[in-house]
């Protein structure tokens, strides 16, 4: 269900959140890969403050590359998308930027950022937006390729293309319409209304609300546990309850029962399975390879 919660994290839970060698350290985006016990968390971190970490052509270019190594990675279990920009989650599109371009570019532009939320989308790992500040525009539509979206009260949320006479180009006519309904998106759309998380929540937008203390990451700490819950869940088994629902939900119930009975039969042979049973049986926590 979903739900407001006041979260707390601890300095030793906060310490615990290791960084690799290996992340991106320069641009607009930086990749995080965690450790200990957070391995198999991989975190997408915006990081643009002059911008409010708008979608400029090197946000994009590293956002597409990023997760077209993430798509391959069986080392990645759970992806989290967020800002470590305080106040922003992502402003949308770098205005600024569009301005300069020539009339032919900007539709190939808006293209790429389609290309990238589809991409996001798409991917084959639960995918976790915390959202921490403004998610406007294409920053929203950013945020609603991922999975679940977890919002704290220093969140603003909306698609507000039509208030500079467009309308939202990366998929969030669509996203946005199957995830509160045609009326309410027409609503959203057609008045470029501004949400709070408490609002988002109630009509389904977000999956929680949390408050953010004056030291702590709101969202963000929401996301990290519902990544770690994931941890414990079979890889194998999460990726295929992504094709199952995401695939299933677009058909009618007796294509999507078959397409579920397709999705199941994949798990059946796999190593994960065998090693959960077991674990059951020994009362233990299992051991998931992956495979």
């Given amino acids: 269900m979903r739900q ?6 601890s300095p030793l839970l906060r310490a615990s959140f290791i960084r ?23 975190v997408l971190r915006m990081k643009k403050p002059e911008t409010k970490n708008a979608i400029s052509k090197l946000m994009l270019s590293q956002l597409r ?22 106040g922003a989650f992502c402003a949308g599109a770098d205005l600024k930027e569009r301005k300069s371009m020539a009339p032919d570019e900007v539709p190939i532009f808006v293209n790429s950022i389609r290309a990238a939320t589809t991409e996001l989308s798409t991917l084959p790992q639960p995918t976790i937006a915390a959202i921490d500040g403004v998610a406007l525009g294409g920053g929203l539509e950013l945020a609603l390729s991922c999975d679940l979206l977890v919002a704290s009260d ?12 467009i309308i939202p180009g990366a998929g969030g006519t669509q996203r946005l319409t199957r995830l509160v309904g045609v009326a309410k998106a027409k ?3 057609f008045t470029a209304r501004i949400l709070d998380s408490k609002e988002a929540l109630s009509i389904g937008l977000v999956n929680a609300a949390v408050e953010k203390g004056p030291t702590d990451d709101g969202a963000y700490n929401r996301a ?10 079979g890889p194998v088994a999460l990726r295929v309850a992504k094709i199952a ?14 397409l579920e009975q397709q999705c199941y039969a994949q798990v ?21 390879k992956g495979e």
Avoid: H
């Fill in 4 to 9: 407001i919660a006041k979260l707390f994290v």
């Fill in 20 to 42: 690799s060698l290996s992340s991106t350290t320069q641009g607009p985006l930086w990749i995080d890969r965690l450790e200990a016990e957070n391995k198999g968390i991989v």
């Fill in 65 to 86: 590359d990023a997760l077209a190594e993430l798509k391959f990675d069986r080392s990645a279990r759970v992806v989290i998308l967020k800002s470590d920009v305080p």
């Fill in 154 to 165: 220093a969140a603003k949320m909306g698609l507000t293309e039509t208030r500079l006479a």
């Fill in 187 to 189: 609503e959203l759309i």
């Fill in 224 to 233: 990290i546990e519902l990544a770690k819950e994931m941890l414990q869940r």
């Fill in 245 to 258: 629902i995401d695939t299933g939900s677009q058909l009618d119930l007796q294509s999507g029962l078959m």
């Fill in 268 to 288: 059946i042979p796999t190593r994960d399975r065998i090693e959960g049973l077991a674990a059951f049986a020994e009362k233990r926590k299992p051991n998931y």
